[in-house]
Nanobody, 118 residues
């Protein structure tokens, strides 16, 4: 069992930056693939960025070049650095931990609100 706690959301002006953090408790963090997803009002949840247990990353086209995902296994934490924020980045951002295999492990945090507005 893994518990995920996000932090770092808030209100920011267009062009600003925020860094989201997701702290994991309860299991061996390093073996999980970690991801950030977001859900805007009236829209489906979508992948923003993912980092594998080996450190490989991939990003949604909408955030490439602006967002950076990273992980610190010593601190059991994954980060999402968001730069050049746009109003369309406004959403609830969720942290996800996933591990496949004979038994699939898939955990979600409670979400943190990011609002980009002037």
């Amino acid at each position: 069992q893994v518990q995920l706690v996000e932090s770092g959301g808030g209100l920011v002006q267009p062009g600003g930056s925020l860094r989201l953090s997701c702290a994991a408790v309860g299991s061996i963090f390093s073996i999980y693939h970690m991801g950030w997803y977001r859900q805007a009002p009236g829209k489906q949840r979508e992948l923003v960025a993912r980092i594998t247990s080996g450190g490989s990353t991939n990003y949604a086209d909408a955030v490439k070049g602006r967002f950076t995902i990273s992980r610190d296994n010593a601190k059991n934490t994954v980060y999402l650095q968001m730069n050049s924020l746009k109003p369309e980045d406004t959403a609830v951002y969720y942290c996800n931990a996933f591990r496949g295999g004979a038994i699939v492990h898939d955990y979600w945090g409670q979400g943190t609100q990011v609002t980009v507005s002037s």
